[in-house]
C-alpha cells in the first residue's frame, strides 16, 4: 500500500543538541517529498522538498532532510535545536506518476527542552 | 497580507444543521484543496479544484460539497451535521496541479458539532 510513516508519535531534544524526525514513504511512482511544521492553533507551513537532484535538501529555519532511496526514508534533521522548534512535524509524499495520489503522515511532535 | 484565508476560525453548531466555510488565497495559484484534520492530528484531504475543475475527490460522504466560484475561492458546504464531522478543516493552495509544488495553508476552521 502506498503511504507515509512516521515512527516516532514524539521526539525530546534538549536545546542546542541535533534533532532527527523520521520519516519512510511507498509509492508506486517517483516520489516528491515534503515536509511541513505545525504550531499550535495554525495551519501547516512549507519547510523543504525533495524532487530530484542532490539527496540533502535544505529548508526553513536550519532544516535539513536527507533522501535516501535503498531505505525509502526522508528523515528531517537540523544540527542545533531551538525551543522554537518545538511543534507538530509532518512528512508527506506525491506521487510522481500520479498528481492525485498524495499522502501526510500521521505527525512527530517534538519537544525541545532548554 | 494573508496568504490563504478562511472563515470562520471557529464554528459551533447542532446536529443536524447545514453550514458553509469560506477560503480565499491571495497567491494567484491555480490549485486549492480542502483537508480534514481530526483529534488525534490525521490530516487527509478531502478535494482539490484546479482553475475551478474539480480534480480530486476523496471517499467523502456527499452532505460535503466544495464550490469554486473562480481560482481564488474555494467553499465548503456541510448538509446535515453530524458529530463526526467535528474536527480542524484546513484549505491550502498550491501554484498548479504539478506534484511537485509545496502547498501553503490557511490557519483552519475548527468546527465542533454538538
Known amino acids: 500500500a502506498q503511504s507515509v510513516a512516521q515512527p516516532e508519535d514524539q521526539v525530546n531534544v534538549a536545546e542546542g543538541n541535533p534533532l532527527t524526525v523520521k520519516c519512510t514513504y511507498s509509492?508506486?511512482?517517483?516520489?516528491?517529498l515534503f515536509w511541513y511544521v505545525q504550531y499550535p492553533n495554525r495551519g501547516l507551513q512549507f519547510l523543504l522538498k525533495?524532487?530530484?537532484?542532490?539527496?540533502l535538501v535544505k529548508g526553513s529555519y536550519g532544516f535539513e532532510a536527507e533522501f535516501n532511496k535503498s531505505q525509502t526514508s526522508f528523515h528531517l534533521k537540523k544540527p542545533s535545536a531551538l525551543v522554537s522548534d518545538s511543534a507538530l512535524y509532518f512528512c508527506a509524499v506525491r506521487d510522481g506518476a500520479n498528481f492525485n495520489k498524495f499522502y501526510f503522515g500521521s505527525g512527530t511532535k517534538l519537544n525541545v527542552k532548554p | 497580507d494573508t496568504a490563504v484565508s478562511q472563515t470562520p476560525k471557529y464554528l459551533v453548531t447542532q446536529m443536524g444543521n447545514d453550514k458553509s466555510i469560506k477560503c480565499e488565497q491571495n497567491?494567484?495559484?491555480?490549485?486549492m484543496y480542502w483537508y480534514k484534520q481530526d483529534s488525534k492530528k490525521f490530516l487527509k484531504i478531502m478535494f482539490s479544484y484546479n482553475n475551478k475543475e474539480l480534480i480530486i475527490n476523496e471517499t467523502v460522504p456527499n452532505r460535503f460539497s466544495p464550490k469554486s466560484p473562480d481560482k481564488a475561492h474555494l467553499n465548503l458546504h456541510i448538509n446535515s451535521l453530524e458529530l463526526g464531522d467535528s474536527a480542524v478543516y484546513f484549505c491550502?493552495?498550491?501554484?498548479?496541479?504539478?506534484?511537485?509544488?509545496?502547498?501553503?495553508f490557511g490557519p483552519g476552521t475548527r468546527l465542533t458539532v454538538l
Open positions: 491550502a493552495s498550491s501554484r498548479d496541479r504539478d506534484s511537485y509544488n509545496e502547498q501553503f
Open positions: 509509492v508506486s511512482g517517483n516520489p516528491y
Open positions: 497567491l494567484g495559484h491555480d490549485t
Open positions: 525533495y524532487i530530484t537532484g542532490d539527496n
